[in-house]
């Protein structure tokens, strides 16, 4: 998505139209698990509808039995230089829609308004998602109830949660995209023929050097989608290597 932005706002084709990944990682909305559960998790798939609904009631979580945890708290970071707040705003206005890909100026005019009732619970603009999670560690439930973050930074948040309770990985049921870490070359007068030589043997070193052990040493999934992701990416760490199942598609800057 970066990619395609460059290239709009520079009017030049600098960035491929696709580029190979270096690792992924899902963008997800992480929860404290006993709210979750509030909301049917892990029965019951969760979305952006639910956070609407959340986002919109007086009540907050009474309105689901739990009165205890307050009013709803959402999180995420700038998207005009965050990738995880960028893909979350985009998947909200897609989640508005109905829409998987295609997304047109039209369609960003008739979500506005749902769109804007998710954005008004959100009590927190952090600079980044690592920033978001060392303030849950230090505030818990107090700080947020929910956080749109990458998977990646959620496993780390389990692994070194201390005593606080886990994160759940809630794949929005209306779809969400991969953050696919991409190795871009970019195609500009002042990059070299040599350059361009040793970014593709670099990019060839990375490929055949990490696999989905060392991908997951870190919190990521390999970038071939067909691998199975290790551990610790596993459900005692709050995420289901099986999702996300409806992924959404990078829309065109220019529509």
Same mark, same amino acid.
């Given at each position: 998505?970066?990619g =395609?932005?460059?290239?709009?706002a520079?009017?030049?084709?600098?960035?491929?139209?696709?580029?190979?990944?270096?690792?992924?990682?899902?963008?997800?909305?992480?929860?404290?698990?006993?709210?979750?559960?509030?909301?049917?998790?892990?029965k019951?798939?969760?979305g952006?509808? +639910?956070?609407?609904?959340?986002?919109?009631?007086?009540?907050?979580?009474a309105?689901?039995?739990?009165?205890?945890? $307050?009013?709803?708290?959402?999180?995420?970071?700038?998207?005009?230089?965050?990738?995880?707040?960028? /893909?979350?705003?985009? &998947?909200?206005?897609?989640?508005?829609?109905?829409?998987?890909?295609?997304?047109?100026?039209? +369609?960003?005019?008739?979500?506005?308004?749902?769109?804007?009732?998710?954005?008004?619970?959100? @009590?927190?603009? *952090?600079?980044?998602? /690592?920033?978001i999670? +060392?303030?849950?560690?230090?505030?818990?439930?107090?700080? &947020?109830?929910?956080?749109?973050?990458?998977?990646?930074?959620?496993?780390?948040?389990? /692994?070194?949660? $201390?005593?606080?309770?886990?994160? @759940? &990985?809630?794949?929005? #049921?209306? *779809?969400?995209?991969?953050?696919?870490?991409?190795?871009?070359?970019l +195609?500009?007068?002042w @990059?070299? *023929?040599?350059?361009?030589? =040793?970014?593709? #043997?670099?990019?060839?070193?990375?490929a055949?050097?990490?696999?989905? =052990?060392?991908?997951?040493?870190? *919190?990521?999934r390999?970038?071939?989608?067909?691998?199975?992701?290790?551990?610790?990416?596993?459900?005692?760490? =709050?995420?289901?290597?099986?999702?996300?199942?409806?992924?959404?598609?990078?829309?065109?800057?220019?529509?």
């Amino acid at each position: 998505m970066w990619g =395609g932005l460059l290239n709009f706002a520079a009017d030049q084709p600098y960035a491929p139209e696709s580029s190979p990944s270096i690792v992924r990682t899902p963008l997800v909305i992480a929860m404290w698990e006993p709210m979750a559960k509030a909301l049917g998790h892990p029965k019951r798939k969760l979305g952006f509808a +639910d956070i609407l609904k959340l986002a919109r009631s007086n009540q907050g979580w009474a309105a689901f039995g739990r009165p205890e945890f $307050g009013q709803f708290k959402l999180v995420h970071t700038n998207p005009d230089f965050s990738t995880s707040g960028l /893909l979350s705003v985009v &998947a909200e206005y897609y989640s508005s829609t109905g829409k998987q890909e295609g997304l047109q100026t039209a +369609d960003i005019k008739a979500a506005r308004t749902q769109v804007k009732d998710i954005e008004r619970s959100i @009590v927190h603009y *952090g600079d980044t998602t /690592l920033f978001i999670s +060392d303030e849950l560690r230090k505030r818990g439930p107090g700080y &947020a109830s929910a956080v749109a973050m990458e998977e990646a930074t959620l496993v780390d948040f389990n /692994l070194r949660r $201390g005593s606080r309770d886990k994160l @759940v &990985a809630i794949y929005p #049921s209306e *779809g969400t995209f991969y953050s696919d870490n991409p190795y871009i070359t970019l +195609d500009a007068p002042w @990059v070299t *023929g040599a350059q361009k030589a =040793g970014a593709a #043997s670099l990019q060839k070193f990375l490929a055949e050097e990490i696999d989905a =052990g060392m991908a997951a040493r870190y *919190g990521f999934r390999p970038a071939d989608l067909d691998l199975k992701p290790a551990d610790p990416l596993n459900a005692a760490n =709050g995420v289901d290597p099986k999702q996300p199942r409806r992924v959404l598609g990078v829309p065109n800057p220019r529509c």
